[in-house]
């Protein structure tokens, strides 16, 4: 049974910074693409960033580069998100996800999600 469990979300001021956590098990992490996606209240869910399955090239949604960073640890099959310069509008449930398909940018790319975890950033 594969289990992605996110962690580290929580409240944070404008400006500050947070690091997301995604533990996988059931799978073998080392073969698949990982993504976060984010969901706020009333909107719909979008592509936050997403690494290839051996770190080798990040993709970034233009609202978050320069203030973001994915990176994984295969030997922990773990996926970060260091989130930096936080915005209100960054306040959102994040989710992580595993994909072993050719794309990493939309959601349907992706075969497992996980059960996200809240961000909230104050002004």
């Known amino acids: 049974q594969v289990q992605l469990v996110e962690s580290g979300g929580g409240l944070v001021q404008a400006g500050g910074s947070l690091r997301l956590s995604c533990s996988a098990s059931?799978?073998?992490?080392?073969?698949?693409?990982m993504g976060w996606f984010r969901q706020a209240p009333g909107k719909e869910r979008e592509f936050v960033v997403a690494?290839?399955?051996?770190?080798?090239?990040?993709y970034y949604a233009d609202s978050v580069k320069g203030r973001f960073t994915i990176s994984r640890d295969n030997a922990k099959n773990t996926l970060y998100l260091q989130m930096s310069s936080l915005k209100p509008k960054d306040t959102a449930v994040y989710y992580c996800?595993?994909?072993?398909?050719?794309?990493?940018?939309?959601?349907?790319?992706?075969?497992?999600w996980g059960q996200g975890t809240q961000v909230t950033v104050s002004s």
């Open positions: 690494i290839t399955w051996n770190g080798g090239r990040t």
């Open positions: 996800a595993a994909g072993i398909g050719l794309g990493v940018t939309r959601g349907e790319d992706y075969n497992f």
């Open positions: 059931g799978l073998t992490f080392s073969n698949y693409a």
